[in-house]
């Protein structure tokens, strides 16, 4: 709870996330990759909204790490977690990417329409040699750790994106500048119905 903590929480910046290879499923019966990559952060973002409101504290920034992978994903509502696809490490990396940014969107006009001055944007960000990129895709990177971590800062820190600058929300970001992006992100259904997925 915030109100425990010695210091306000005001940006939230979700960044842990898996590849898996091979299909796995939660103890609550949540494939695996959408579960880690998507619900969990999807849950905390939901109660630490919930405790800065009751706190009266403000949870000014949130921010979620997607991919440019996302343009190649595919949610579907009816099968979410592979049950009846068969399942692919990459098809079940690339919906949870696009999880993230149908939560930055959807998020962003919700916060709006309630009134809440907290931001949400999502980013890609690059593309570096850590153990999911070697292990899950095989490759190594061409970005450093700073130019990785160049946006998630710059989302972070600029005026911008707090409350009382310009406020900027709901958007999707790729080297410090807005990014297109895959038009399941456009998709007005889809936003509504995983959002409300989600919260089951």
Same mark, same amino acid.
């Given at each position: 709870? &915030?109100?425990?903590? $010695?210091?306000?929480?005001?940006?939230?910046?979700?960044?842990?996330?898996?590849?898996?290879?091979?299909?796995?499923?939660?103890?609550?019966?949540?494939?695996?990759?959408?579960?880690?990559?998507? &619900?969990?952060?999807?849950?905390?973002?939901?109660?630490?909204?919930?405790?800065?409101?009751?706190?009266?504290?403000?949870?000014?920034?949130?921010?979620?790490?997607?991919?440019?992978?996302?343009?190649?994903?595919?949610?579907?509502?009816?099968?979410?977690?592979?049950?009846?696809?068969?399942?692919?490490?990459?098809?079940? *990396?690339?919906?949870?990417? &696009?999880?993230?940014?149908?939560?930055?969107?959807?998020?962003?006009?919700?916060?709006?329409?309630?009134?809440?001055?907290?931001?949400?944007?999502?980013?890609?960000?690059?593309?570096? $040699?850590?153990?999911?990129?070697?292990?899950?895709?095989?490759?190594?990177?061409?970005?450093?750790?700073?130019?990785?971590?160049?946006?998630?800062? *710059?989302?972070?820190?600029?005026?911008?994106?707090?409350?009382?600058?310009?406020?900027?929300?709901?958007?999707?970001?790729?080297?410090?500048?807005?990014?297109?992006?895959?038009?399941?992100?456009?998709?007005?259904?889809?936003?509504?119905?995983? *959002?409300?997925? $989600?919260?089951?």
């Amino acid at each position: 709870a &915030l109100a425990e903590l $010695s210091i306000p929480v005001t940006t939230l910046l979700h960044n842990a996330g898996v590849f898996e290879t091979e299909k796995a499923k939660t103890v609550d019966g949540f494939e695996r990759t959408l579960a880690i990559n998507h &619900l969990a952060p999807f849950l905390l973002t939901h109660l630490l909204l919930a405790d800065s409101h009751a706190a009266g504290r403000g949870l000014e920034r949130i921010i979620n790490v997607s991919s440019i992978a996302h343009t190649r994903g595919e949610l579907r509502l009816d099968d979410l977690h592979f049950d009846k696809r068969p399942y692919d490490g990459y098809r079940a *990396y690339a919906a949870s990417k &696009l999880a993230n940014v149908l939560f930055t969107i959807e998020l962003a006009r919700r916060l709006r329409a309630a009134g809440r001055k907290t931001t949400t944007n999502a980013l890609h960000p690059g593309v570096v $040699s850590t153990k999911l990129l070697t292990e899950g895709f095989g490759m190594q990177g061409s970005d450093t750790l700073a130019e990785a971590a160049a946006t998630s800062v *710059y989302l972070a820190l600029d005026p911008e994106f707090s409350p009382t600058g310009k406020a900027t929300t709901g958007r999707y970001y790729s080297q410090r500048r807005p990014a297109p992006t895959g038009p399941a992100a456009r998709d007005e259904a889809l936003l509504r119905g995983f *959002y409300e997925a $989600s919260c089951v």
